[in-house]
């Protein structure tokens, strides 16, 4: 297990770091590498809410990639505050018996007042925070995961923990819930940001100590904080007393109840939460690491050195040192010094260590009991002469927070130096010289850098203001924040932030920052509007930081905000190589994101996100509106992720390790294609009716495929087969033979073309509802269609593969190439090259076999496979010679065309060196005849010459005729990709007869001949089926229509489908040189979409197949079929044709809207989701990314 988290403490080489892990770490002996190798993960950009419904939802990126893989992804919703498991609630406020809280009466900014009698209103939190999730081994577990939730505000503070279920999709789903009892410590106080470790642990945080120095006064100068300027460090101590069961009035007046309760030391520390061995929670304290306004805690990858971030102003930055690797009960504190170099973007600092004390746990813990400030300190007033301070002989001035700048005279009495140490860090840090002029101090993230090789952290600061000025606030003189201090950090005003990049090195043992510099600052001078006070192209107030880690992120951070300078508050990915930013998440008006963390476990990446406070920090007004969904805070995670894992890291088979498929169908044959998914050279062995029959040596030479020729068969026989490929074995596939040329038998199949082209591949999220009432999802939908009908064979007419095209990742769907953004296709797996080696055609076909529903149509149905232009690069001819931008300059055709009819016949039931032109009788009433329009053409550009251009050739012209005339069949099918009737491609690259010239050239000339040669010998039952052109049409030929001025021919009825599983665009124009008619067509042009439009697969009733049905009586029965099973157009031959009355699906029940059947199964639970995604289909601009793989 590795988890991508806030707190980057891996284990190394399996185990918690030895001693010696340190040296390696940076001798570049690291043992086991701390991740794997992989190098991608890239997210969807997420456009600027600029509606008010997007301002009052989180919206998340649509799609991220993960090591070539990618995922439909969106935020999704785990649990809200308020929300019921069992008898709890999540975000209720317990105290120390576990009791619920009440809540005091609030101002106009929603904050408790403590000096007013309570209300009945439970307190529950709309403050959720940093969300853990640890492994869970318990043998009585009730889930495998258990993540604990900080609940930031009020006070008293809460962390409740949550069972989930990591489910098979990578989603989450809470099974368990309750308030973590910490009473033992005292309660939780403000618990913000945190990470984890190596050890499976939670490190929580307690930000905004309560300052001790409060606890000295008497009770009217602590209820109006007159010695510190700060009520609100008041108001948290009094709303905290409700932990121990006392509201207000019970403590007016009464400072000696209030210190008798409440011992502020106990607050400000590191809080670890873990599982024991019955998986039960265990809370520890650790006052070792100081005391602070802690926003988070880091563990480096030595498992020996932590970094503490505190937030406020005036703060510090602290390092801890274990004297042993993994225990954190005893070791060294450090507060840091900062030498500045430079004042551009966020300054340059050199980083010394100054040793604050060294302390075990037990001594701490025996200490604190009882512990006030005046047994730590003594107190003088400091005497202020302009920008000059001075203090009495023997006390130390300093400036330290948190809550604001405070100027103070102290000395330490004797022998209280590690109380001061540990419970006092910042003031003490400040007296010994440490810097305290930090402002807002946030998420602290290490990263190894592969960009440079080096062991960095990444620090927030969420904005550039008063101690980190000189002199001055907010850009205006002011001396209070510098007074008594050291004045180590003097830098411009920024109200925007920085993220801070900082140098590792070892030092002493221990893994030492040394400097630091300002590596992404947000600005106010682009990119803001009435609404923005900072750019909306880069980060406000940089809050929590993580890693993505080296095999999961690509050398990239993530910066979540915690601002009011943007008006929806987003979560950034940056790229360490590049520094392209990428937007991820926008929040929902007034919150704050928070708690983003990746964890990976079983092959899933969960990649939390916690949204804090909706409509908290602004727009306070808008959680009234109809759009809201209310204030209640969010815990949810982008996602899902990933693809679920066996327990021993295996990946789930799914497809089979031996892939078999049927063929070449006849009344007494069948040849049966076999491959080897192990790639191993075996012998591979065919059995039919479980008795072997034939084997084969396969190896790499052909790609670890063999075609068994299997004849002796009898006609309309069933027969069920396996191959064995060593011990791996096939599926059980069948086939069924032929019936005799003599046998009146019926007999059914469906045609098909066009798949995963125009860049839609395999799209594990796509989903269509059958007629039947089932949903079908995943991958190439159509084959699952098409097996439900249970045809006997099937013709594969052409472009079963895209060679020429890549399928990318991502791909944007658009009403034409000038038209607008319509959605996102997403293809999981992706193709990222061009084929032109004989391995890239062969990962092709791979590619389109390894599809679940596809694998299993080819073991139940046999097919014939032909070819068109796709299956090498479009629209080829013989001797062409290509060129840019898809091929190298002067790339000859013949030779893709080589690789590629060798990859056609190992991955396809053909023989080896058998024609692709060839027919094949099936019973009394049924011939096919499988033309080559391919191999023999002459160039596309002659297709307008007057004298005659080869489509077939003589030869292949002659073989057709003649098996036309010979054949006694009822019908006699010429399956073809090119159409007949339909032109395709344009002017000077006409692809099959057609131009759109009505007289009669080029390759028409040829057509003229065969259509001539059919009258004249009275050829009955001449029919086309046909594809290509990616829309579904009924075309009829007719004489008296004909525009070429020849009118010798029978009509001719064309029936046109697809795409399978493509771009569909069209419908096209017609060849009027033989009188072309289109009865029927279906394409984007009639659903209102322009005419090249190039839309996607999920429109579906662009996507089509046929089916064809000849019956004993020979009646034949031609149906153009949608992918969902409803029949577009349907048409009895041999019937009187009526043109005006043909039968097709209503246009006006086709939806425009692509996520339809998304929206049909949509859970109640993302019914919000939804809404977003539709608007945001609607508003998105189209963007271009370019997808590069290794």
Same mark, same amino acid.
């Given at each position: 297990?590795?988890?991508?988290?806030?707190?980057?403490?891996?284990?190394?080489?399996?185990?918690?770091?030895?001693?010696?892990?340190?040296?390696?770490?940076?001798?570049?002996?690291?043992?086991?590498?701390?991740?794997?190798?992989?190098?991608?993960?890239?997210?969807?950009?997420?456009?600027?809410?600029?509606?008010?419904?997007?301002?009052?939802?989180?919206?998340?990126?649509?799609?991220?990639?993960?090591?070539?893989?990618?995922?439909?992804?969106?935020?999704?919703?785990?649990?809200?505050?308020?929300?019921?498991?069992?008898?709890?609630?999540?975000?209720?406020?317990?105290?120390?018996?576990?009791?619920?809280?009440?809540?005091?009466?609030?101002?106009?900014?929603?904050?408790?007042?403590?000096?007013?009698?309570?209300?009945?209103?439970?307190?529950?939190?709309?403050?959720? *925070?940093?969300?853990?999730?640890?492994?869970?081994?318990?043998?009585?577990?009730?889930?495998?995961?258990?993540?604990?939730?900080?609940?930031?505000?009020?006070?008293?503070?809460?962390?409740?923990?949550?069972?989930?279920?990591?489910?098979?999709?990578?989603?989450?789903?809470?099974?368990?819930?309750?308030?973590?009892?910490?009473?033992?410590?005292?309660?939780?106080?403000?618990?913000?940001?945190?990470?984890?470790?190596?050890?499976?642990?939670?490190?929580?945080?307690?930000?905004?100590?309560?300052?001790?120095?409060?606890?000295?006064?008497?009770?009217?100068?602590?209820?109006?904080?007159?010695?510190?300027?700060?009520?609100?460090?008041?108001?948290?101590?009094?709303?905290?007393?409700?932990?121990?069961?006392?509201?207000?009035?019970?403590?007016?007046?009464?400072?000696?109840?209030?210190?008798?309760?409440?011992?502020?030391?106990?607050?400000?520390?590191?809080?670890?939460?873990?599982?024991?061995?019955?998986?039960?929670?265990?809370?520890?304290?650790?006052?070792?690491?100081?005391?602070?306004?802690?926003?988070?805690?880091?563990?480096?990858?030595?498992?020996?050195?932590?970094?503490?971030?505190?937030?406020?102003?005036?703060?510090?930055?602290?390092?801890?040192?274990?004297?042993?690797?993994?225990?954190?009960?005893?070791?060294?504190?450090?507060?840091?010094?900062?030498?500045?170099?430079?004042?551009?973007?966020?300054?340059?600092?050199?980083?010394?260590?100054?040793?604050?004390?060294?302390?075990?746990?037990?001594?701490?813990?025996?200490?604190?009991?009882?512990?006030?400030?005046?047994?730590?300190?003594?107190?003088?007033?400091?005497?202020?002469?302009?920008?000059?301070?001075?203090?009495?002989?023997?006390?130390?001035?300093?400036?330290?927070?948190?809550?604001?700048?405070?100027?103070?005279?102290?000395?330490?009495?004797?022998?209280?130096?590690?109380?001061?140490?540990?419970?006092?860090?910042?003031?003490?840090?400040?007296?010994?010289?440490?810097?305290?002029?930090?402002?807002?101090?946030?998420?602290?993230?290490?990263?190894?850098?592969?960009?440079?090789?080096?062991?960095?952290?990444?620090?927030?600061?969420?904005?550039?203001?008063?101690?980190?000025?000189?002199?001055?606030?907010?850009?205006?003189?002011?001396?209070?924040?510098?007074?008594?201090?050291?004045?180590?950090?003097?830098?411009?005003?920024?109200?925007?932030?920085?993220?801070?990049?900082?140098?590792?090195?070892?030092?002493?043992?221990?893994?030492?920052?040394?400097?630091?510099?300002?590596?992404?600052?947000?600005?106010?001078?682009?990119?803001?509007?009435?609404?923005?006070?900072?750019?909306?192209?880069?980060?406000?107030?940089? *809050?929590?930081?993580?890693?993505?880690?080296?095999?999961?992120?690509?050398?990239?951070?993530?910066?979540?905000?915690?601002?009011?300078?943007?008006?929806?508050?987003?979560?950034?990915?940056?790229?360490?190589?590049?520094?392209?930013?990428?937007?991820?998440?926008?929040?929902?008006?007034?919150?704050?994101?928070?708690?983003?963390?990746?964890?990976?476990?079983?092959?899933?990446?969960?990649?939390?996100?916690?949204?804090?406070?909706?409509?908290?920090?602004?727009?306070?007004?808008?959680?009234?509106?109809?759009?809201?969904?209310?204030?209640?805070?969010?815990?949810?995670?982008?996602?899902?992720?990933?693809?679920?894992?066996? *327990?021993?890291?295996?990946?789930?088979?799914?497809?089979?390790?031996?892939?078999?498929?049927?063929?070449?169908?006849?009344?007494?044959?069948?040849?049966?294609?076999?491959?080897?998914?192990?790639?191993?050279?075996?012998?591979?062995?065919?059995?039919?009716?479980?008795?072997?029959?034939?084997?084969?040596?396969?190896?790499?030479?052909?790609?670890?495929?063999?075609?068994?020729?299997?004849?002796?068969?009898?006609?309309?026989?069933?027969?069920?087969?396996?191959?064995?490929?060593?011990?791996?074995?096939?599926?059980?596939?069948?086939?069924?033979?032929?019936?005799?040329?003599?046998?009146?038998?019926?007999?059914?199949?469906?045609?098909?073309?066009?798949?995963?082209?125009?860049?839609?591949?395999?799209?594990?999220?796509?989903?269509?509802?059958?007629?039947?009432?089932?949903?079908?999802?995943?991958?190439?939908?159509?084959?699952?269609?098409?097996?439900?009908?249970?045809?006997?064979?099937?013709?594969?007419?052409?472009?079963?593969?895209?060679?020429?095209?890549?399928?990318?990742?991502?791909?944007?769907?658009?009403?034409?190439?000038?038209?607008?953004?319509?959605?996102?296709?997403?293809?999981?797996?992706?193709?990222?090259?061009?084929?032109?080696?004989?391995?890239?055609?062969?990962?092709?076909?791979?590619?389109?076999?390894?599809?679940?529903?596809?694998?299993?149509?080819?073991?139940?149905?046999?097919?014939?496979?032909?070819?068109?232009?796709?299956?090498?690069?479009?629209?080829?001819?013989?001797?062409?010679?290509?060129?840019?931008?898809?091929?190298?300059? *002067?790339?000859?055709?013949?030779?893709?065309?080589?690789?590629?009819?060798?990859?056609?016949?190992?991955?396809?039931?053909?023989?080896?060196?058998?024609?692709?032109?060839?027919?094949?009788?099936?019973?009394?009433?049924?011939?096919?005849?499988?033309?080559?329009?391919?191999?023999?053409?002459?160039?596309?550009?002659?297709?307008?010459?007057?004298?005659?251009?080869?489509?077939?050739?003589?030869?292949?012209?002659?073989?057709?005729?003649?098996?036309?005339?010979?054949?006694?069949?009822?019908?006699?099918?010429?399956?073809?990709?090119?159409?007949?009737?339909?032109?395709?491609?344009?002017?000077?690259?006409?692809?099959?007869?057609?131009?759109?010239?009505?007289?009669?050239?080029?390759?028409?000339?040829?057509?003229?001949?065969?259509?001539?040669?059919?009258?004249?010998?009275?050829?009955?039952?001449?029919?086309?089926?046909?594809?290509?052109?990616?829309?579904?049409?009924?075309?009829?030929?007719?004489?008296?229509?004909?525009?070429?001025?020849?009118?010798?021919?029978?009509?001719?009825?064309?029936?046109?489908?697809?795409?399978?599983?493509?771009?569909?665009?069209?419908?096209?124009?017609?060849?009027?040189?033989?009188?072309?008619?289109?009865?029927?067509?279906?394409?984007?042009?009639?659903?209102?979409?322009?005419?090249?439009?190039?839309?996607?697969?999920?429109?579906?009733?662009?996507?089509?197949?046929?089916?064809?049905?000849?019956?004993?009586?020979?009646?034949?029965?031609?149906?153009?079929?949608?992918?969902?099973?409803?029949?577009?157009?349907?048409?009895?031959?041999?019937?009187?044709?009526?043109?005006?009355?043909?039968?097709?699906?209503?246009?006006?029940?086709?939806?425009?809207?692509?996520?339809?059947?998304?929206?049909?199964?949509?859970?109640?639970?993302?019914?919000?989701?939804?809404?977003?995604?539709?608007?945001?289909?609607?508003?998105?601009?189209?963007?271009?990314?370019?997808?590069?793989?290794?």
């Amino acid at each position: 297990m590795v988890v991508y988290r806030s707190a980057a403490a891996f284990l190394l080489a399996g185990t918690i770091a030895s001693a010696s892990a340190i040296s390696r770490l940076f001798d570049g002996d690291q043992g086991e590498p701390i991740y794997s190798n992989g190098t991608v993960f890239m997210m969807e950009q997420v456009n600027l809410p600029e509606s008010e419904l997007l301002k009052s939802r989180n919206v998340g990126s649509g799609w991220v990639k993960k090591d070539q893989e990618m995922y439909k992804t969106q935020f999704h919703t785990l649990i809200r505050s308020g929300d019921e498991v069992g008898d709890a609630v999540f975000g209720r406020n317990v105290d120390q018996d576990m009791n619920t809280i009440y809540g005091y009466p609030m101002d106009e900014e929603a904050q408790e007042l403590p000096f007013q009698e309570p209300t009945d209103v439970i307190s529950i939190s709309n403050n959720p *925070d940093y969300t853990s999730m640890l492994k869970n081994d318990a043998s009585d577990r009730i889930s495998d995961y258990v993540m604990f939730t900080h609940f930031e505000n009020p006070r008293p503070s809460v962390v409740y923990r949550l069972d989930v279920d990591l489910k098979d999709d990578c989603s989450l789903e809470v099974k368990g819930m309750e308030p973590v009892d910490a009473a033992e410590w005292g309660g939780i106080w403000v618990p913000c940001a945190g990470s984890m470790t190596s050890w499976n642990t939670h490190l929580g945080s307690e930000e905004y100590e309560p300052d001790a120095r409060l606890l000295t006064l008497d009770y009217e100068l602590f209820k109006n904080a007159s010695v510190v300027d700060g009520n609100w460090n008041v108001d948290n101590i009094l709303n905290f007393l409700r932990y121990y069961g006392i509201y207000y009035p019970t403590y007016e007046n009464d400072m000696d109840l209030i210190r008798s309760v409440f011992n502020p030391y106990k607050y400000g520390h590191v809080t670890e939460f873990g599982l024991d061995d019955a998986g039960g929670t265990t809370v520890t304290k650790w006052y070792t690491l100081g005391r602070q306004a802690l926003e988070m805690a880091e563990v480096m990858p030595d498992d020996k050195t932590v970094y503490i971030s505190d937030d406020g102003t005036n703060c510090l930055f602290t390092a801890f040192v274990m004297d042993t690797p993994g225990d954190l009960s005893s070791g060294t504190l450090y507060i840091a010094k900062f030498n500045q170099t430079d004042d551009s973007y966020g300054g340059s600092f050199d980083i010394s260590w100054i040793e604050l004390g060294s302390a075990t746990q037990d001594e701490l813990a025996a200490m604190v009991e009882g512990l006030t400030f005046d047994a730590i300190f003594e107190t003088a007033d400091p005497e202020i002469d302009g920008q000059a301070c001075s203090c009495p002989d023997g006390f130390t001035g300093i400036n330290a927070g948190h809550n604001t700048g405070q100027a103070e005279c102290l000395q330490v009495k004797d022998g209280m130096e590690t109380a001061a140490a540990f419970f006092e860090t910042r003031r003490y840090g400040s007296m010994l010289g440490g810097t305290t002029e930090l402002s807002k101090f946030e998420g602290v993230a290490y990263v190894l850098n592969s960009n440079n090789g080096k062991h960095e952290m990444y620090a927030a600061m969420s904005d550039i203001r008063y101690g980190m000025e000189d002199f001055m606030k907010k850009g205006e003189s002011e001396d209070s924040y510098d007074i008594c201090g050291h004045n180590d950090i003097r830098l411009p005003y920024n109200p925007c932030g920085c993220v801070y990049q900082m140098d590792i090195e070892e030092v002493d043992g221990w893994m030492s920052v040394t400097k630091a510099r300002g590596y992404l600052c947000g600005n106010q001078d682009t990119g803001t509007n009435s609404f923005d006070v900072c750019d909306v192209n880069s980060i406000a107030s940089p *809050d929590n930081l993580i890693w993505l880690g080296k095999s999961n992120g690509a050398n990239s951070i993530v910066v979540a905000e915690d601002t009011s300078n943007h008006q929806n508050d987003f979560a950034w990915k940056i790229d360490l190589n590049t520094g392209e930013r990428t937007r991820f998440l926008t929040s929902v008006y007034g919150a704050e994101v928070t708690g983003v963390a990746m964890y990976e476990y079983e092959g899933c990446s969960v990649l939390t996100s916690v949204i804090q406070h909706p409509y908290g920090e602004s727009d306070l007004d808008m959680v009234n509106s109809t759009l809201s969904e209310g204030p209640e805070g969010y815990v949810g995670y982008i996602g899902p992720i990933g693809k679920k894992v066996s *327990d021993d890291g295996e990946l789930p088979i799914t497809t089979n390790d031996v892939f078999v498929q049927s063929g070449e169908v006849s009344d007494s044959s069948i040849n049966i294609m076999a491959r080897c998914n192990n790639e191993e050279a075996v012998t591979m062995t065919l059995s039919i009716d479980d008795s072997e029959v034939s084997s084969a040596d396969v190896d790499s030479a052909t790609d670890y495929t063999h075609t068994f020729v299997v004849d002796g068969l009898s006609s309309k026989s069933s027969h069920t087969y396996k191959v064995m490929c060593g011990n791996l074995e096939s599926v059980q596939a069948s086939f069924t033979t032929a019936p005799g040329p003599d046998d009146a038998a019926a007999i059914s199949f469906v045609w098909a073309a066009d798949l995963a082209g125009q860049g839609y591949g395999r799209n594990p999220d796509f989903k269509v509802v059958h007629t039947d009432g089932t949903t079908m999802k995943g991958g190439y939908i159509v084959f699952q269609t098409m097996e439900k009908l249970a045809p006997d064979f099937a013709l594969f007419q052409g472009d079963m593969i895209y060679a020429d095209g890549a399928i990318p990742p991502v791909k944007n769907v658009t009403n034409g190439s000038e038209g607008e953004y319509i959605s996102t296709w997403i293809n999981n797996p992706s193709l990222d090259f061009v084929a032109v080696t004989l391995d890239e055609f062969r990962a092709n076909w791979k590619y389109n076999f390894g599809d679940e529903k596809m694998a299993s149509f080819l073991s139940k149905v046999p097919i014939f496979n032909q070819w068109d232009d796709h299956e090498v690069t479009n629209n080829w001819w013989p001797g062409e010679v290509l060129g840019g931008p898809l091929y190298a300059e *002067d790339t000859q055709a013949n030779d893709l065309w080589a690789n590629s009819l060798q990859a056609l016949y190992e991955y396809n039931p053909i023989e080896a060196d058998s024609s692709i032109y060839r027919s094949q009788r099936f019973g009394k009433h049924l011939e096919i005849f499988f033309p080559d329009f391919r191999s023999f053409r002459s160039p596309n550009a002659d297709n307008n010459l007057t004298s005659l251009v080869n489509m077939m050739g003589e030869e292949q012209l002659e073989w057709l005729k003649n098996g036309l005339k010979e054949s006694t069949a009822t019908w006699k099918v010429i399956s073809s990709h090119d159409p007949l009737s339909i032109v395709t491609g344009s002017a000077g690259d006409y692809d099959s007869y057609g131009n759109e010239d009505p007289a009669i050239k080029g390759r028409e000339l040829e057509l003229q001949d065969l259509l001539s040669f059919i009258h004249d010998e009275d050829i009955s039952g001449v029919i086309s089926l046909t594809s290509d052109v990616h829309y579904t049409a009924y075309v009829n030929m007719s004489p008296e229509k004909a525009e070429g001025g020849f009118d010798g021919f029978k009509q001719l009825d064309e029936f046109v489908i697809g795409p399978i599983h493509a771009g569909s665009f069209g419908p096209n124009y017609m060849d009027t040189s033989f009188g072309a008619t289109p009865v029927y067509e279906m394409g984007p042009l009639s659903l209102g979409y322009e005419r090249w439009a190039n839309l996607s697969p999920d429109t579906s009733a662009l996507q089509s197949f046929g089916h064809a049905a000849v019956s004993e009586d020979g009646i034949l029965t031609i149906k153009l079929m949608n992918i969902d099973g409803s029949v577009m157009f349907e048409k009895t031959l041999g019937e009187s044709v009526d043109y005006s009355d043909t039968t097709s699906v209503p246009i006006s029940d086709v939806a425009k809207d692509l996520a339809n059947s998304d929206a049909e199964t949509q859970s109640e639970s993302d019914e919000s989701s939804a809404t977003v995604f539709a608007i945001r289909a609607a508003n998105f601009v189209a963007f271009v990314l370019v997808m590069a793989f290794a």
